[in-house]
């Protein structure tokens, strides 16, 4: 099975806060937020700058249902993202995926944390070595560095609540401000 659509769209996460940004490692292909967790947080609407990038800009805004639509200004081309936002525990969480309808990619659920404290905004994606340790319960395909999961929503979902409030589950941390 080729993986190159889905590669693409991981490579579409680059762009998120410029060259020296983090970039998800884990993506599931079923959606971790359900409608019935799904919370909107008004503190983070509106802009944001990238921290050390003021090239690059985040838009925030709420959808139609309830979750956020997020523009990333910056590069060439504007990305597009949906989000749900759920917690677990207290730990506040984003289910993102590109929101293009481009028939050639798979449009994995990548999980990202959340920070927000006043005018900051920091984030870090789900994925660190220690988390791919716990994924063993998880049907995943391992390629180049990328961890796709393959798993039911709810099984995914059961190992983000038993996993994803550990600090040492995510990432690079990207702190944003707010414009």
Not at 136 to 146: F, M, N, P, R, S
């Amino acid at each position: 099975m080729k993986l190159t659509p889905l590669l693409l769209a991981l490579a579409a996460f680059l762009v998120l806060t410029g060259c020296d940004t983090p970039t998800p490692v884990l993506l599931s292909l079923e959606p971790v937020a359900t409608a019935q967790d799904t919370k909107v947080n008004a503190a983070l609407l509106g802009a944001w700058e990238a921290a050390g990038d003021k090239d690059t800009l985040c838009i925030i805004r709420k959808d139609d249902r309830s979750g956020y639509q997020i523009t990333v200004l910056g590069g060439t081309t504007p990305l597009g993202f949906q989000a749900q936002l759920f917690r677990v525990g207290d730990v506040e969480l984003l289910d993102l995926t590109p929101s293009d309808d481009n028939d050639f990619r798979i449009p994995g659920h990548a999980i990202a944390r959340l920070w927000l404290n006043g005018g900051a905004l920091r984030w870090a994606f789900l994925d660190s070595d220690w988390l791919k340790q716990q994924t063993t319960a998880l049907a995943i395909h391992d390629a180049d560095g990328k961890m796709v999961l393959f798993s039911p929503s709810a099984a995914v979902r059961a190992f983000i609540a038993a996993n994803g409030a550990s600090d040492k589950a995510y990432g690079k941390v990207a702190t944003w401000q707010r414009m």
